[in-house]
């Protein structure tokens, strides 16, 4: 490596280094600290908003209950909605970029590190913004699609519906400063040797991740302008025009964004599996490519959901959506032929991996059902889709999430968790998971639309629901198990050594938690060779090792 | 009526292949946790085969088939659910905040009811006869469901969804709203009823009372 390529890759310009308390977190322009900001912020939040459905569940438990006044039921379901997706899956998957991503590509920092601070400045602005209308009188009450007329000043009035958009549109415009910022360290601060196709999976997954955020949540900003404009002038709510163009702007958003929850947790689950198999992730390259193929198709589908809008190319977007089945497959098969081939070490990280497999599975096989037009006219908007699209977000996404959690809880922290309290919490998700949401599927088939405040009792509806809110309960138990073993892990410090995974990126080959510009003369950069670095590494050392016995034990047949 | 067999069919093709998909890879998992256990008993390392062009060609040629005739069969199954014969009867219907109004066009005859009681608004058609079912709404967005039909349509304010339905016998169903529409969104309940021929037209003519 010459001087002038150090120079470029290590910066030594330590601003604010020892610089620490309160203030040195919240001004910090490290990307390891402005990623757990995220990340933490939207654990908060997951608690937060998963409070707001545990009491859905209970006012839903049986007919005709009165927890919930129907318009503080609306309320509580816009702001688990709005609350999940906009401050807190799309934050975790873009917050884990954030810290990992340089890291993993062996830079030493993230590329405008003020602009991904502001970033997360605007989203827990947007945050604080959509908590604050829902703490209002009337909040806001159409939903986290905000379908115009419904978000007018004249359908709902009061300042809940306002602050949703603003709140809505600041966490938006945080995450595109997010994903422009990982985008840009990914193209320009590659430690040398480390070329697009020798970057690990995980980081793979982000680069198409930021690439949707770019190309789509724009869209959302354009679509909550015209929310900003019905409620100066709600007449404009009469006419289809701006109606649907609403629609189309907001899945244009809308679908893009469900795989910007999905790609970054596909990462994660890619990296335990090759970690916890002892080898490589398998098809490496196909499912780069298909990783690309499937965010590109990811832009072409926003059309079925609005399958039912009689308004809408029907064909054509169930022609896009079905062939993203391709892509999906090709994901698939890398995680069954790297498993396939594999030592397996089941740590709680590769239990959460491989639950995610047939987990999300359901969720992506009646997403292709749903692909079908003549499926979806009955099933859309009614309780099946609900089921569907939680179990990819809660029994897919965020099993993918914990993975990564697992994995990477040692290295940020430098404290191992408890790998017993993890597998408890584990297995109460699964079944948790699992109990709350198969009920979804026979409840909408049964026609339970969404949005029911409650239902009456004669509907068929009572036994499903209450099953599903008693899995409901279980979810928020397996929760309060990871927050125990959080609290365990860090009041009782087990250290956690620089690779306690035998690890196969560069993220190990550092300290933990990493010094502040990731890797120093102590954790130098390794040479990179290939996808899975530190991996290659073990082998040569084995190899090395092997042909060293190899020539001992001939120099001393020779008798020398 | 073709939504009742168009949807019978597809999703029981459908929802087939997604649970072989499932068993497969759930045995493949259990497969690979196998060998595992069985590479450790055996001293064995994991493999150190990171590709196989072939294999990965072979599962995207297969998953390519498959996608080829899943849009095959949801071109097939939409497309006769496109057609549409010609009508005998044409009923408006429209909702708002919070219910249904039904209008018979060519009959001065408009029926609704209350929603979230004992009167619920009643659709009533022909057996045997297409009627175009004209969805619209005054206000903001609904969604008309009668999950017996196997469909939905929402109701925009300012655009008018068309489809037609012939059903084959009497009967009474349930229908919903299916699009969030403001608070009493859960009331928008009402019933579709179906009745011979020849009570329709009494029906039409002593202004919206069944006998």
Redesign the interface.
């Known amino acids: 490596m010459t001087a002038e390529v150090k120079a470029a890759v290590y910066p030594p310009p330590a601003e604010d280094e020892g610089r620490d308390g309160l203030l040195g977190w919240l001004l910090t322009i490290d990307h390891k600290r402005i990623g757990l900001l995220t990340i933490g912020t939207a654990l908060l939040l997951f608690f937060f908003n998963g409070a707001i459905a545990l009491t859905m569940r209970a006012q839903l438990a049986q007919p005709n209950q009165d927890i919930l006044s129907p318009q503080a039921y609306l309320q509580f379901m816009t702001m688990h909605g709005t609350g999940m997706i906009a401050t807190t899956i799309t934050p975790l998957a873009l917050g884990l970029g954030v810290y990992l991503v340089p890291l993993q590509i062996g830079a030493p920092r993230i590329a405008a590190p003020r602009t991904t601070l502001l970033g997360y400045w605007f989203y827990v602005a947007g945050a604080i913004m959509l908590i604050w209308g829902f703490l209002t009188p009337q909040g806001a009450q159409s939903g986290w699609w905000g379908y115009t007329p419904l978000s007018n000043s004249m359908y709902t009035p009061g300042p809940g519906q306002p602050l949703w958009v603003a709140g809505f549109f600041l966490a938006a415009t945080g995450m595109i400063l997010q994903g422009v910022t990982t985008l840009w360290t990914i193209f320009r601060l590659r430690a040398p040797g480390v070329t697009m196709m020798r970057m690990p999976v995980f980081t793979w997954a982000q680069l198409v991740t930021v690439l949707m955020v770019v190309a789509a949540f724009p869209a959302l900003l354009a679509a909550l302008l015209i929310i900003v404009i019905q409620r100066f002038d709600p007449g404009l709510g009469a006419s289809n025009a701006w109606n649907f163009a609403y629609q189309e702007l907001f899945w244009f958003y809308g679908h893009p964004v469900v795989y910007v929850m999905f790609f970054p947790f596909v990462g994660c689950v890619a990296e335990a599996l090759s970690t916890f198999s002892g080898r490589r992730f398998f098809g490496y390259q196909g499912t780069v490519l298909s990783l690309l193929v499937f965010a590109t198709g990811s832009m072409a589908v926003w059309g079925h959901h609005l399958f039912a809008s009689g308004q809408e190319v029907n064909d054509y977007f169930s022609l896009t959506s079905i062939m993203l089945t391709i892509p999906a497959g090709v994901e698939y098969f890398g995680f069954l032929g790297t498993i396939l081939g594999g030592r397996l070490r089941y740590t709680t990280s590769m239990l959460f991996a491989l639950a995610f497999i047939p987990q999300f599975l359901i969720g992506g096989l009646t997403g292709i059902l749903v692909a079908n037009p003549t499926i979806d006219y009955q099933v859309n908007n009614s309780y099946f889709i609900l089921g569907h699209f939680h179990y990819t977000l809660l029994a897919g996404s965020f099993f993918g999430f914990m993975a990564g959690f697992y994995l990477w809880f040692p290295k940020a922290t430098g404290v191992m968790l408890r790998e017993g309290l993890g597998k408890l919490h584990l297995v109460l998700l699964v079944i948790g998971t699992n109990t709350t949401f198969i009920p979804f599927f026979f409840l909408g088939m049964r026609g339970m639309p969404r949005w029911m405040a409650t239902y009456p009792s004669g509907a068929g509806f009572t036994t499903l629901s209450l099953i599903s809110s008693i899995g409901a309960g279980i979810i928020g138990l397996a929760m309060l198990v990871l927050l125990w073993n959080i609290y365990v892990s860090a009041r009782f410090k087990k250290l956690a050594p620089p690779d306690p995974w035998r690890g196969q990126t560069l993220e190990w080959a550092t300290s933990s938690p990493p010094p502040r510009f990731n890797f120093n003369l102590a954790y130098p950069v390794p040479k990179v060779r290939g996808y899975a670095p530190l991996f290659d590494l073990r082998e040569r050392a084995r190899g090395e090792q092997a042909r060293g016995e190899q020539v001992r034990a001939q120099q001393a047949a020779e008798g020398r | 009526m073709p939504?009742r067999n168009?949807?019978a069919w597809?999703?029981g093709q459908?929802?087939t292949i997604?649970w072989v998909?499932?068993g497969l890879?759930?045995f493949?998992?259990l497969?690979?946790?196998a060998?595992?256990w069985w590479?450790?008993r055996r001293g064995?390392?994991?493999?150190?085969?990171?590709?196989?062009n072939r294999?990965?060609l072979g599962?995207?040629a297969a998953?390519?088939g498959?996608?080829v005739f899943?849009?095959i069969?949801?071109?097939a199954?939409?497309g006769k659910?496109s057609a549409d014969p010609p009508v005998t009867y044409r009923v408006q219907v429209t909702g708002y905040?919070w219910c249904w109004r039904f209008s018979y066009l060519g009959t001065p005859l408009a029926v609704s009811g209350q929603c979230g009681g004992a009167q619920l608004p009643v659709l009533v058609l022909p057996a045997g006869q297409p009627v175009e079912l004209q969805?619209t709404s005054s206000?903001?967005?609904h969604?008309f469901?009668v999950?017996y039909l196997?469909?939905?349509?929402?109701a925009?304010?300012?655009?008018v969804?068309?489809?037609t339905v012939t059903m084959p016998g009497t009967g009474k169903w349930?229908g919903?709203?299916?699009?969030?529409?403001?608070?009493?969104?859960?009331e928008m309940d009402f019933w579709l009823q179906v009745v011979s021929p020849a009570q329709f037209s009494q029906f039409l003519t002593n202004g919206g009372h069944l006998r």
């Open positions: 939504f168009q949807f597809l999703f459908n929802t997604a998909v499932f890879v759930c493949t998992l497969v690979a946790i060998l595992s590479r450790r064995r390392p994991a493999s150190d085969k990171a590709e196989s294999l990965e599962y995207v998953l390519t498959m996608v899943l849009v069969s949801s071109f199954a939409n659910e905040q969805v206000d903001v967005v969604a469901w999950p196997r469909y939905k349509t929402y925009y304010p300012g655009h969804n068309k489809f349930i919903r709203c299916a699009q969030l529409c403001g608070v009493y969104h859960y």
